[in-house]
């Protein structure tokens, strides 16, 4: 497999978080990791040191990469360290690309504008659904809060020297208890000039929210097929109406067997990596519990990054994935 290498994502502050969206695997009401954690290792809050993200920023010109996504998991605009994180993506000429729940705490929202616009190439505002849909969901979140937030931050950046270079997305998990509002959701976009709208499938980490899952359901299989269609002619037609697209992303048809198709490829492998908190490095996003199965791959405090990507243990598994449990099942293959 060909090594492209053009992001990284650093785990930054993932125990930070101020909501507990119900399908966050930290996070989540029905999730022990926190204290499971402490338990284990006496740290209830891991945050990467600002030593191991200057080393990362040291390394990534050598594997060519273009984009940085600070924590993904816990909400990166509460990292005590982020504002060195964006001098340093300016001073190395690269890219932030940012998932944020849309809360922007700390700051007024004209502030995180201010920050975020010229910095980077594309904002993810995860929202789930308009109301109390939404609130059941990103639990703790305040839904006419949050409008209000997406379009302000839109008209901001819609309005800079930027708006034909940082994207805005917004970002969701496909769900039983949302699906029927997408359209609702499309329409939101092309009102507000939103780039992209972008959605997983979800990886059911708890049993409590097992029937969530589109794929476990063949009437619910059959209903997402056939949205996805709806969706798609929808978005043909008001890209007419406003003269305007917006790029959907990953809405394709799904199938409600247990193994993805063998025909669909990593879209992560010599393209991608993670970095944890502590310094560990992966290759994927799958659950961190579940990913250890796919080998050890080091720790950035002790080996860098250009080995790694030449090491056997990563080349083995580019070229055998597909044989791995984990990637038969893996909801992101392409």
Request: proline share 4%.
């Amino acid at each position: 497999m060909k090594n492209d290498f053009f992001r990284i994502t650093l785990d930054t502050n993932p125990e930070d978080c101020n909501l507990k969206c119900i399908m966050c695997e930290e996070h989540s009401p029905f999730s022990n990791f926190i204290p499971d954690l402490e338990k284990k290792t006496g740290i209830r809050k891991r945050r990467m040191s600002i030593e191991l993200i200057e080393k990362v920023f040291r390394e990534v010109k050598d594997l060519g990469i273009k984009e940085i996504i600070p924590s993904t998991m816990g909400e990166p605009l509460l990292f005590k360290e982020f504002e060195k994180i964006i001098k340093l993506c300016n001073s190395n000429q690269i890219k932030l690309n940012l998932t944020t729940n849309g809360t922007f705490p700390k700051k007024p929202i004209e502030e995180w504008a201010e920050i975020l616009i010229p910095i980077c190439s594309d904002i993810k505002i995860s929202f789930n659904g308009f109301g109390e849909i939404g609130e059941k969901i990103m639990l703790g979140t305040n839904s006419e809060k949050i409008i209000s937030n997406i379009k302000k931050f839109s008209k901001l950046r819609n309005e800079s020297n930027y708006n034909e270079k940082t994207s805005l997305t917004l970002q969701m998990t496909f769900l039983k208890t949302n699906i029927d509002f997408i359209k609702d959701i499309l329409y939101f976009c092309y009102e507000n000039k939103i780039n992209r709208l972008k959605g997983h499938q979800l990886w059911a980490h708890f049993k409590e929210i097992e029937n969530f899952d589109l794929r476990k359901n063949p009437e619910l299989t059959k209903r997402w097929n056939d949205l996805v269609m709806e969706i798609r002619e929808l978005n043909e037609f008001y890209s007419k109406k406003f003269n305007f697209n917006v790029k959907l992303e990953n809405f394709y048809k799904i199938e409600s067997a247990s193994e993805v198709d063998d025909s669909k490829n990593c879209p992560f492998l010599g393209k991608e990596l993670w970095i944890s908190a502590t310094g560990k490095i992966s290759p994927c996003c799958a659950p961190d519990n579940l990913r250890e199965s796919l080998g050890d791959f080091g720790n950035l405090n002790n080996i860098n990054l250009s080995n790694l990507i030449h090491s056997k243990e990563y080349i083995h598994l580019q070229k055998h994935y597909k044989e791995f449990e984990l990637c038969k099942t893996c909801l992101m293959r392409k």
